[in-house]
């Protein structure tokens, strides 16, 4: 333990060394916006920093002045002089002009970002603990999206992918050069929409619903996190847009509504086989945070599932928890948030897993029935 | 005053018991400098975990109450504490008063203080550890705590009942118990910075003891306070946390402007330039303190009239802050400066602290703020503030003092040492996490992605520096209480404020017989 | 002593001043409340007596005028909670309306469980100023709703958007999210 961890370290160090020396250059502003509010935040920003820099030079050069010619071991002598009221003016109303020069341009920025009117589209978004639900109202379809980087990358079982950590099963796509306006709500805890390259950050607040726009000017794949603390796997909610041309949006939508008429047919039973084989997979991306990707379980916040009683017991059970959730306790109510045979496949896959004995297959048909 | 001379129990009953002021500030300042080192080890752990992308070291649950408990005890365990600890040891020295008005009182605020420390070291091994939600302890996520989200909630109460009691204490003192002479624009700008904080303090922490009450019976007596689904609202419990939590931030850094008046014109051997000024200006940032609060949520989703006031007025607060940074150039201005520890924190903490002003001003700004928010640039920014800006300070101010507090004088290597490793550990540390903010890296996130790996590593190595830094702080007090040059009534050319009148160390009772102030 | 009795009223002083600071965290629930009526913080609810409910019981509908120059999409937005085991959703997801115009749409809503529940929707909108201008003349959302096991109901809301609401605003969202009422705070 101890020596792999001076082991760990120590590595790290070396590369520290090598990519600070390596690397010439790092990001150090903000990304390359691609919306008008974007710009204008990224502007605004320059200027402020000019202006800091300006004050700070004459600040600091007057600080290192003094400090290097105004010491006892030169021979200076103190002056003895205690206010001025001249001064003192001065340097009280000179930032005030210079602080309503500022404020001035933010608050052109501060009325166009607020301006939500006249958009072309709607899309609402909902957070989860921890993932993002993106329902296209007007178009009748809705989806989940969920981390999608591999557990094995977070744990260093295998090597690390470019869009690591920012990547998601089912991004959010939107036309470009669309005002597209975000209604924004939570279901559990507050969550934040944030999406850099927009200059867009909105809190998602549970039972209120709060909107905010963008209009995406360059089609492209623009990534963002979860941006207020909503618990364990904070770190782990990516926000994904993808911004297509319109033609290829509408291409993108049709698919979509036909998805979600395919997945509202439950349609015949599938073998144990392919439903343990989709089970993990939907595993992974919804249970595993908590339940662990082998069923251990985090108790006692999070129960074991590996040898469950509930998970050996009977179908319908389970099929309670996972639609219903648990009250008092972290577990969601599936219901609304996953198709019949994804529930299906998880739970089949969850009973004939990590030692468990329940043999058993439970088919979509069954979780429909269950929804009755 | 009232008590016997020179009977008072010795070992440790003499400090249960105790009701002197010199006492109680060591009780305190011990106190906060352990709290200081856990919250740090806490803090470390956060940088171990962050060191390179990937988890290595503990579960996302874990880091997330590390970052918890590191902000609240940080906060509430070891600035707020070390600053009483001060105000309890120089105050009546300053004023010439021979104790705290209410001796009694001073004892039992600071006995409270280990309980609630109890109360939060402790939910580490209750059933789900320790709160994780953020120290600013916002529902509904906290309503997902344990049993420790009720421990949190009564340790609040106990240090907000103690430093409410504090507070009490300091203004009666300083309105009752001044020297003849003593008028109150003839006080040394310690005491009047903490005056104007123990006001601040009296205003802001029953609020908080109000909103954390709120949601212990949202937790447990089916109120709805902060519950949607019961008729109210979560961002509620924000806007009043708020109201406390923007003072909170002065209450932290006000004592240290009084800190550093009293020591860079000593060190330039200068009088402090602009002494009137540099009261009103704290009197008016602790006014405009109480009406900024809703600046943190600039995007909980405001109108754009709401945005804009406290955009504005949160500006504003640039205006006292520039004179008092400035005031502090004059008075070093055309003195004739030597460079010993207390001086170079000082200067330290000048040159830092402006730096976290200037940041300031970019998060004030509403739509550049939209994008930092909740982003490492914040981090950065409030640990320019509360590292560089009070911690800085409370150095400074232990260096001017020892020689009072113990009659030694400290060793001058160690603490010019201690200083350069602190400036370089601090900065590396916190300088690249403006980078990361500005490049998108969200605060509060246990793993990242790997575009911001070079600059955390800097910041994990510059934390490790700056941590490790602070066990010299530990052994240069230990070896300055132990013995070291003798330092005489007046150790400092410059300096001219009451304390410098008795003897070091400073006798157990000092000013019976109250000075005369001219 | 003088002095002591002069530590004892200002620490009486002081000690007040704390109790009205108590005081004051409890007051900000209801300054907040009609700050956000006011449209300075953020608009979410209206009635005072019933926090839940948006209405302005002295909406008087017959004189308004009727602006039949502009037109509003109003937007219709329902959730669950997701421990809320309800279906519902709003019949029209959106209606276009001319300002003074009264509207009357329905939202479904549907118990699929076995037992009785209640549940009680919570209104928001989007932008949050129109709230001041979307009054209500009956909505489901003024009460608590019970539904037999399995039961389903339509759910009516009859609204009015004045004709001062701000030209610059062309569509408004009304959500409303469903929470369950558990027995024990119904009682």
């Known amino acids: 333990m101890m020596s792999s961890l001076i082991k760990k370290i120590g590595g790290g160090l070396v590369m520290a060394m090598i990519s600070l020396f390596a690397h010439a250059e790092h990001q150090i502003n903000f990304p390359a916006p691609v919306t008008e509010i974007g710009r204008q935040v990224y502007d605004l920003h320059i200027i402020t920093m000019w202006i800091i820099v300006g004050i700070a030079v004459v600040v600091y050069g007057a600080m290192f002045w003094s400090l290097l010619k105004h010491r006892k071991s030169v021979g200076y002598k103190p002056a003895t002089f205690s206010h001025s009221t001249a001064l003192e003016i001065i340097w009280t109303t000179i930032p005030f002009i210079i602080l309503i020069a500022m404020a001035y341009p933010a608050t052109k920025s501060v009325i166009a970002m607020k301006d939500t009117s006249n958009a072309d589209m709607t899309v609402k978004v909902t957070g989860y603990q921890w993932k993002w639900e993106y329902d296209y109202q007007q178009d009748g379809f809705k989806f989940m999206s969920v981390l999608s980087t591999p557990r094995d990358q977070i744990e260093g079982k295998e090597a690390k992918g470019a869009d690591y950590l920012l990547e998601v099963d089912n991004p959010m796509v939107v036309p470009v050069n669309k005002k597209v306006r975000v209604l924004l709500t939570a279901n559990d805890v507050i969550h934040a929409w944030w999406m850099p390259e927009f200059g867009v950050k909105q809190d998602a607040i549970p039972g209120f619903i709060r909107d905010t726009w963008f209009k995406v000017e360059k089609p492209g794949t623009y990534r963002g996190q979860c941006a207020e603390l909503c618990g364990k796997d904070h770190g782990f909610m990516p926000i994904v847009v993808v911004a297509k041309e319109q033609a290829d949006y509408d291409k993108w939508v049709a698919e979509q509504k036909a998805k979600a008429a395919a997945a509202a047919d439950t349609g015949k039973d599938r073998s144990k086989e392919e439903l343990v084989a989709a089970g993990e997979k939907i595993y992974a991306a919804n249970c595993a945070g908590c339940h662990q990707p082998h069923g251990e379980g985090m108790p006692p916040v999070f129960p074991a599932l590996a040898g469950s009683k509930i998970v050996n017991g009977p179908a319908a059970g389970q099929i309670d928890i996972v639609m219903n959730g648990k009250p008092g306790t972290a577990m969601p109510a599936f219901a609304k948030q996953m198709s019949d045979g994804d529930v299906a496949a998880v739970i089949t896959f969850t009973r004939n897993s990590w030692g468990n004995k329940a043999g058993d297959v439970v088919q979509a048909s069954e979780i429909k029935a269950s929804r009755k | 005053m009232e008590h016997g001379h020179d009977h008072h129990p010795s070992g440790i009953m003499r400090w249960v018991t105790t009701t002197n002021h010199k006492d109680i500030g060591s009780l305190y300042l011990w106190f906060s400098l352990c709290m200081f080192f856990f919250a740090g080890t806490l803090a470390l752990g956060i940088r171990l975990e962050l060191f390179q992308p990937g988890m290595q070291f503990m579960q996302p649950q874990t880091f997330n109450q590390l970052t918890t408990l590191h902000g609240l005890i940080m906060v509430f365990g070891a600035i707020m504490p070390a600053f009483v600890g001060f105000a309890n040891w120089q105050i009546p020295l300053m004023i010439g008063a021979p104790d705290m008005a209410l001796p009694r009182l001073n004892n039992w605020s600071f006995w409270l203080l280990p309980v609630a420390a109890t109360l939060l070291v402790t939910s580490f091994f209750v059933p789900g550890g320790p709160i994780a939600g953020g120290w600013t302890l916002y529902p509904p996520l906290y309503m997902q705590n344990g049993i420790s989200g009720d421990m949190t909630i009564f340790a609040v109460h106990i240090l907000g009942m103690s430093s409410i009691l504090g507070s009490i204490n300091i203004i009666v003192t300083i309105m009752n118990m001044r020297a003849p002479g003593m008028t109150y624009m003839k006080m040394p700008l310690f005491v009047w910075t903490w005056f104007i904080t123990a006001y601040l303090l009296i205003a802001v922490m029953p609020v908080l003891a109000g909103a954390v009450t709120m949601m212990l019976t949202d937790r447990h007596f089916d109120t709805h306070f902060f519950d949607a689904s019961g008729g109210g609202d979560p961002v509620m419990f924000q806007h009043i946390f708020w109201f406390f939590g923007h003072p909170e931030v002065y209450i932290m850094i006000l004592p240290a402007f009084g800190i550093v008046s009293s020591i860079i014109p000593t060190f330039a051997r200068k009088p402090l330039f602009g002494y009137t000024s540099m009261v009103y200006a704290t009197a008016s940032i602790a006014i405009l303190s109480m009406v900024v609060w809703a600046h943190h949520m600039y995007t909980v989703g405001m109108p754009v009239t709401a945005q804009l006031y406290f955009m504005y007025a949160t500006m504003l607060i640039a205006v006292p802050t520039g004179v008092k940074v400035f005031n502090w150039l004059a008075t070093m201005w055309q003195g004739a400066m030597t460079f010993e520890t207390p001086m170079l924190f000082s200067i330290g903490f000048v040159a830092l602290f402006t730096l976290g002003g200037f940041t300031g001003i970019v998060l004030a700004m509403v739509p550049v703020d939209v994008q930092l928010q909740d982003s490492y640039y914040v981090v950065a920014h409030f640990h320019y503030v509360l590292v560089s800006g009070s911690l800085f300070t409370l150095f400074a101010g232990a260096y001017y003092w020892l020689p009072k507090w113990t009659g030694h004088m400290y060793d001058e290597k160690l603490g010019k040492l201690h200083f350069w490793l602190s400036m370089i550990g601090f900065n590396l540390t916190f300088f690249p996490q403006h980078f990361l903010g500005l490049a998108g890296m969200p605060r509060r996130i246990p793993d990242y992605a790997l575009q911001f790996a070079d600059f955390n590593r800097m910041s994990s190595i510059g934390a490790f520096i700056f941590g490790t830094t602070q066990l010299i702080f530990v052994y240069v007090v230990i070896k300055c209480i132990r013995g070291g040059a003798p330092a005489g009534d007046k150790p400092w050319e410059g300096a001219d404020t009451l304390e410098w009148t008795v003897p070091s160390p400073a006798p157990y009772h000092t000013f019976e017989t109250p000075p005369v102030v001219k | ?187």
Request: glycine share 4%; aromatic share 12%; charged share 20%.
């Open chain 3, 1 to 187: 002593m003088s002095t002591a009795k002069s530590n004892k009223v200002l620490v009486f002083k002081l000690g007040l001043a704390v109790f009205v600071m108590l005081g004051f965290s409890y007051a900000l629930i209801p300054l907040y409340k009609s700050a956000c009526d006011a449209g300075w913080l953020e608009v979410n609810r209206i009635d005072e007596n019933n926090p839940y409910a948006n209405v302005n019981h002295n909406v008087n509908t017959s004189n308004t005028q009727v602006d039949k120059s502009r037109w509003v999409t109003v937007e219709f937005v329902a959730t669950a909670n997701d421990k809320m085991p309800w279906k519902f959703e709003a019949q029209e997801k959106s209606v276009k309306i001319h300002p003074g115009e009264m509207t009357n749409v329905l939202y479904n809503v549907v118990n699929p469980t076995g037992k009785e529940m209640t549940g009680m929707a919570v209104p928001s909108y989007s932008p949050a100023l129109a709230a001041t201008y979307f009054q209500k003349v009956e909505c489901f959302c003024f009460t608590q709703q019970k539904l037999g096991p399995h039961e389903s109901r339509g759910m009516p809301v009859v609204f009015v958007v004045t004709p001062d609401l701000p030209k610059d605003v062309s569509t408004i969202s009304l959500s409303y999210t469903f929470f369950e009422v558990k027995p024990k705070s119904a009682s």
